[in-house]
Structures are given as structure tokens and as C-alpha cells.
């Protein structure tokens, strides 16, 4: 078991003690189980209130209405926690869901509501019926992995088409995939 996953609880134990009726899923690497010495441990968290959530020891790094974005370290380890509004996180995702096949892969770890999970389902339905999607995300992250590793130097087929970074994919997989409607009926 990897540090990350030793601390863990204890970071969401963090987050629940401030926000208990909040939805939280873990993303990232050690979603996907395959983090490193070095790799962060990225939290999701809804939130119906953003205006007066924070981290313990965290610094925010980003914050607009709804979303509030904090950086801190726990035990050594780098903690990555997003606070989004429902409101905020459906507009982001829910209504575009060919940008969330990342978000297909978190790991739930407190959704009372089962808000995450009902997302989830919904994005998960949409790249059933678009095996395009998949494979263009699939190949993305092959060249985003391979770009990592080479540190920046390896530039693939698939990285000339759009940059790197996932906030910028979102506006390419926007124009290829948004005349066809979000997730919701």
C-alpha cells in the first residue's frame, strides 16, 4: 500500500469534519492506482456551500463562484482538494460529459446522497453510445503519460492535434462534441 493510501482516511476524515453532508471522490493517480514517491492525493468534494469552506493548513490556489481550490500537505504527502457547488460541477461535467472520462474513473468514497454515482452514470451512459470519445481520451492520456515521463520532450501524433494540459483538451473535445447535448435528457 502506498503512503497516499495509508493517509487517506485521515485526510477525509479532515474534510468531513468540515463538510459532513459533502460528496467526496478521490481522482487522480491513486485513483487509477498507479501513484508514485511523489504523486498528490486530488480530492473532489460537493458542497452545497463553497463561500465558507476550508482546508486545514491548505492555501487556496484557486477560487471563483462555486469552486474553491486548495493545495496543502499532509504527513509529506501533497493534498489536492476541489470544492465544487452541484450547480458548479453539473455546469462543468454533467452538461458536457465528453469531457468527463477521467471523472468516469474516480473512486467514491463518501456520496450519502449518491450524487457522484448518479453523475457518474450519466457520463458513463454518454461514452457508451460514443466509442469515438473513448478512444480519443484514450489516446490522449497514452501521449499525456508518455509526455510526463519524457518531461515534455516526447511529442506525439495525438499531442499536435491539442495541447497537453486537460483544461485546454476541454475546448477541442467542446468543438467536436458539443453540438450533440450533455448527458441530461
Do not use: C
Not at 471523472?103 to 450519466?122: A, C, G, M
Not at 470519445?133 to 497514452?142: G, M, N, P, T
Not at 495525438?158 to 467536436?176: A, G, N, S, T
Amino acid at each position: 500500500m502506498s503512503k497516499q493510501r495509508d493517509i487517506l482516511p485521515k485526510v477525509l476524515d479532515i474534510v468531513l469534519r468540515s463538510a459532513p453532508d459533502s460528496s467526496v471522490a478521490l481522482g487522480g493517480s491513486v485513483s487509477f492506482g498507479n501513484e508514485r514517491l511523489d504523486s498528490d492525493i486530488d480530492l473532489l468534494v460537493i458542497i452545497r456551500d463553497v463561500a465558507n469552506i476550508g482546508y486545514p493548513g491548505g492555501k487556496i490556489k484557486y477560487q471563483n463562484h462555486g469552486v474553491k481550490y486548495f493545495e496543502a500537505t499532509f504527513d509529506g504527502v501533497p493534498v489536492e482538494v476541489i470544492y465544487h457547488t452541484p450547480e458548479t460541477f453539473e455546469q462543468l461535467l454533467v452538461t458536457r460529459p465528453w469531457r468527463g472520462y477521467k471523472f468516469l474513473h474516480v473512486e467514491i468514497l463518501h456520496d450519502p446522497n449518491s450524487l457522484i454515482q448518479s453523475w457518474k452514470d450519466q457520463i458513463a451512459f454518454w461514452f457508451d453510445a460514443h466509442p469515438d470519445a473513448v478512444e480519443l481520451w484514450k489516446q490522449w492520456l497514452d501521449q499525456h503519460k508518455d509526455r510526463q515521463l519524457s518531461k515534455g520532450k516526447k511529442l506525439g501524433d495525438v499531442i499536435r492535434k491539442f495541447p497537453d494540459q486537460m483544461h485546454d483538451l476541454w475546448p477541442y473535445l467542446d468543438e467536436q462534441f458539443g453540438q450533440e447535448g450533455g448527458a441530461k435528457p
